[in-house]
């Protein structure tokens, strides 16, 4: 067997969806069941998923304030008062600021923008800001991507005669900033009929009501936002990314020119990943590190010069960003596995002093995908006594909702079910942890701590095509609510596999059913190949894709994890370097079998492990359990009773057979009646013979080996035919007949002779064979016990 890394999770579709989808819109049924898996029931609402040029955006004015927040800004315009955006230090407020401060610009506003420094001022507006927007004469004061949770700042603005807009897409608490006006899908009363817009979703809104018409020119800013933001792509989001998409693939804007080309991106090939994954994180960057700034700088830029100038300067501190991240992580898996054990912890919360605030939201997330749990990451400032950071969590755990129940320790603090920020005093953290541990064990299973793979359905090789592929491409771009499709391949032969990649740490295989075959490549997946026997049913998920080599097209699949449901047989006969695989094999589940001394005085090593069992009786094989474990049999067994009371009937998981065994009697000649009837004629004819003297003799003239001549001349005297003194042999006076089967020897002797020539000296298909006949056994119990759970 081989157990996958998580959880495989199977949509079902409804059948009758599937058909009518597949039959009205000449899909294939894989297509088909994409859709409906992702909620579409209908013919008309696939289409308009499918063909987003087709679909139009909600008229803005339907959003709750909106006619409020549009007239006010006007006003402002028309009276050349001073209004600022105050926007946020990631992808989603850099954008969301781009698209305020350009939509203003055109309708000839006195404007500004204002994102605070994530070191000094921390998240969301703050006082300091708002006073020193009074004091140089801002009248209105406009959030993005902000703002919802700020309800004494919002105070703030109203005492020192700022009129205060917020546009804003984060949870709503219990108590709602006193402002002119909340432009929030999510607020209570707002009839808006989408309500997962992202924050740069919010102030497209507003630009589109302040400008009286789409500004399709600013969709490839609202793009990156909503993409980097991890909102689900469905409804306007899916519109926003689809045509932003489309329209960055044609951008003439020198900023987003200059950052596709730093993220090492063919514009024509650009995509949600090229975003995600290339131009997201060093938009990220600038507030990472410092002041967000340069990344509005960038995205406004009007020249090519200044572009690139400032796309230079964010990429450096992308690469500076990933040197911290990757010491923070170390240092924070240290922290858990020394001092908050995921055994003990259903929610891992770690922090240190000098940690940088702007990348304790990567490293949440790299705990969450090493040890599966929700995870905090904060980083002290002895000197304010306060902890500052950000959380991630699992499937199963809101964080937003159970961080609530610890309103009294956080200050300030918001964000969604998946994802959170916040600030405490550092004396609150381990009242947190000891709370957040109990709600999650009140919440959680033991089931809930191993990953989830969401899988769209099962494919068989035969429906697998670049029709089917190009099919399911059609739902790009993918993102949250709409991930990329992961399919599910069961039981295929494994023709060919490999490790490939300059350390070998990659994978590289052929399915095949039937005369059916596809290739698949799994990345980090190298260490599989110890694990997988040639024989194997291997079972797989992963993502589709079409390969283009010398203009040849054709379907391979990118694995995500790899499944063997029966027992597997691994051929180690013949190999050297025990010591070292034997090591490879997870002692965990090992059982190494030996069943000679000769083979622990030959292999010194099994005597240091703790998993060695050394079986010389029956009882002591058949009382030994193997369900579940990986066996190694070390040597050949001295007889075949051994190993059938050793394997019959119980279910390993592997078998490991090496055979190590220091005279093999099968490459000796095993004696035919003929060779016995020669010899007892010789020493008849010869009379008493010096067989130590002359069995080399005999042996050369017969074309024998002395051991044949040893062992035929032993069963002789087990029969009592001879006698045999200091070497000497001769006739037994008074033989009586009997068969060569009754010498213990020659019984022995040939019981080895054939167990070596199907343990040993078979092929793998045959020795495969012989150990599942030895475990037909268990195998009817196991079916014939699952009939009656």
């Not at 946020?88 to 954008?95: C, K, M, P, T």
């Not at 953290?429 to 990953?451: C, G, H, I, W, Y």
Request: proline fraction near 4%; hydrophobic fraction near 40%; aromatic fraction near 8%.
């Amino acid at each position: 067997m081989l157990k996958p890394r998580t959880r495989w999770n199977v949509q079902s579709a409804d059948s009758h969806i599937v058909e009518t989808l597949a039959g009205q819109l000449h899909l294939t049924p894989l297509a088909a069941t994409l859709l409906a898996n992702r909620g579409l029931k209908t013919v008309e609402e696939a289409q308009s998923f499918l063909f987003t040029n087709k679909d139009s955006f909600h008229d803005p004015f339907l959003m709750k304030d909106m006619n409020i927040a549009a007239d006010r800004i006007k006003k402002a315009i028309s009276n050349n008062e001073k209004i600022r955006i105050f926007g946020d230090y990631d992808a989603d407020g850099v954008s969301s600021t781009t698209v305020m401060m350009t939509a203003l610009n055109r309708l000839g506003a006195n404007a500004d923008f204002y994102i605070p420094n994530r070191f000094t001022e921390g998240y969301g507006p703050n006082e300091m800001a708002f006073r020193l927007a009074a004091d140089e004469g801002v009248k209105l004061m406009i959030t993005v991507d902000t703002g919802i949770s700020a309800v004494a700042e919002a105070r703030i603005a109203k005492e020192l005669g700022m009129d205060y807009i917020i546009t804003d897409h984060h949870e709503p608490g219990p108590e709602l900033p006193e402002a002119l006006a909340i432009i929030h899908p999510k607020i209570e009363g707002n009839p808006y009929p989408f309500k997962d817009l992202a924050g740069v979703g919010v102030a497209f809104k507003l630009a589109h009501a302040l400008l009286g018409e789409l500004p399709e020119d600013l969709l490839e800013i609202a793009a990156i936002g909503t993409i980097a933001d991890l909102v689900p792509l469905f409804g306007e989001n899916r519109l926003i990314a689809a045509r932003g998409i489309a329209k960055l693939r044609q951008t003439k804007r020198p900023g987003l020119v200059s950052l596709i080309k730093k993220s090492g991106t063919k514009q024509q090939e650009l995509n949600e990943e090229s975003i995600g994954f290339g131009m997201a994180p060093r938009i990220n960057a600038a507030g990472r590190l410092g002041d967000a700034d340069p990344a509005v700088d960038l995205l406004m830029a009007e020249d090519a010069e200044t572009a690139d100038s400032i796309a230079d300067e964010i990429d450096a501190m992308n690469k500076e960003r990933q040197a911290i991240v990757q010491t923070t992580s170390e240092e924070a898996i240290r922290q858990v596995e020394e001092l908050y054990p995921p055994g003990d912890n259903g929610v891992l919360i770690v922090g240190q002093e000098g940690w940088n605030s702007g990348i304790v939201g990567i490293v949440a997330s790299k705990l969450v995908e090493r040890f599966y749990r929700p995870a905090i990451v904060l980083s002290f400032d002895r000197e304010k006594g306060l902890a500052k950071g950000s959380a991630r969590s699992i499937m199963g755990f809101d964080l937003f909702k159970n961080l609530s129940e610890c309103r009294d320790l956080l200050p300030h603090f918001g964000g969604h079910p998946m994802a959170a920020g916040m600030t405490l005093k550092i004396e609150d953290v381990a009242e947190l942890r000891s709370r957040l541990n109990a709600l999650a064990k009140e919440q959680l299973t033991e089931e809930d701590f191993m990953p989830v793979t969401m899988l769209d359905g099962i494919a068989s090789l035969e429906d697998i095509s670049i029709q089917t592929i190009e099919e399911m491409n059609l739902l790009a771009p993918f993102g949250m609510g709409n991930p990329k499709p992961k399919i599910l391949i069961e039981k295929s032969e494994i023709a060919g596999i490999r490790k490939i990649g300059a350390n070998q740490n990659h994978l590289k295989l052929q399915l095949k059913k039937n005369e059916t075959a596809l290739d698949g490549v799994g990345f980090n997946l190298g260490h599989k190949f110890d694990h997988l026997s040639p024989l194997a049913k291997i079972s797989v998920i992963g993502e589709l894709s079409v390969n283009e080599w010398n203009n040849v097209r054709k379907p391979q699949i990118f694995l995500a994890d790899l499944a063997v449901e029966q027992w597997q047989l691994f051929d180690y006969r013949g190999l050297n370097g025990a010591e070292k695989w034997l090591g490879a094999i997870p002692a965990e589940t090992r059982k190494t079998v030996v069943f000679s001394e000769d083979t622990l005085t030959h292999y010194p090593f099994l005597q240091k492990i703790d998993d060695l069992v050394h079986i010389k009786e029956d009882h002591e094989a058949e009382q030994l359990m193997l369900d579940g474990s990986y066996l190694v049999l070390m040597d050949m067994p001295p007889r075949r009773s051994l190993i059938e009371k050793l394997i019959s009937g119980k279910t390993p998981e592997r078998i490991y057979a090496h055979f190590y065994h220091q005279q093999e009697n099968f490459l000796s000649t095993m004696p035919t009646r003929d060779h016995f009837k020669w010899f007892y004629a010789y020493i008849s004819k010869r009379g008493p013979l010096d067989i130590k003297r002359y069995g080399d003799d005999i042996a050369k003239y017969r074309g024998w080996s002395r051991d044949t001549i040893d062992f035929i001349s032993k069963v002789f005297f087990e029969l009592d035919f001879v006698t045999i003194e200091n070497g000497l042999i001769m006739l037994a006076q008074k033989a009586s007949k009997r068969d060569l089967s009754e010498s213990e020897s020659f019984k022995g002797k040939k019981e080895q002779f054939e167990l070596e020539k199907e343990l040993v000296y078979s092929s793998y298909q045959q020795l495969f064979d012989w150990f599942s006949q030895l475990a037909h056994e268990a195998s009817d119990l196991e079916e014939e016990t699952k009939q009656w759970i």
